[in-house]
């Protein structure tokens, strides 16, 4: 099951490994630098928004495995 917290938790490893501020991570994915603020204070994301923290997380997943 999917949770707001395995979500945050997904962006921080993501962050952490490839060294970008959590913020820049938001800007980039969805255009908002508020991202994980927002879901940690208990805000809801769409599925739209939800598909692109993921696509961006396996983006850089495959990347680092070429």
């Known amino acids: 099951m999917i949770t707001t917290q ?34 940690r ?4 994301i769409s599925i739209d928004t939800y598909n692109r923290i993921q696509a961006e997380i396996e983006h850089s997943v495959r990347e680092a495995a070429e």
């Open 6 to 39: 395995s979500i945050i938790e997904g962006i921080e490893r993501y962050c952490h490994q490839t060294g970008m501020a959590e913020s820049t991570f938001g800007k980039k994915v969805v255009n908002d630098g508020k991202l994980l603020s927002r879901l």
């Open 41 to 44: 204070s208990g805000k809801s």
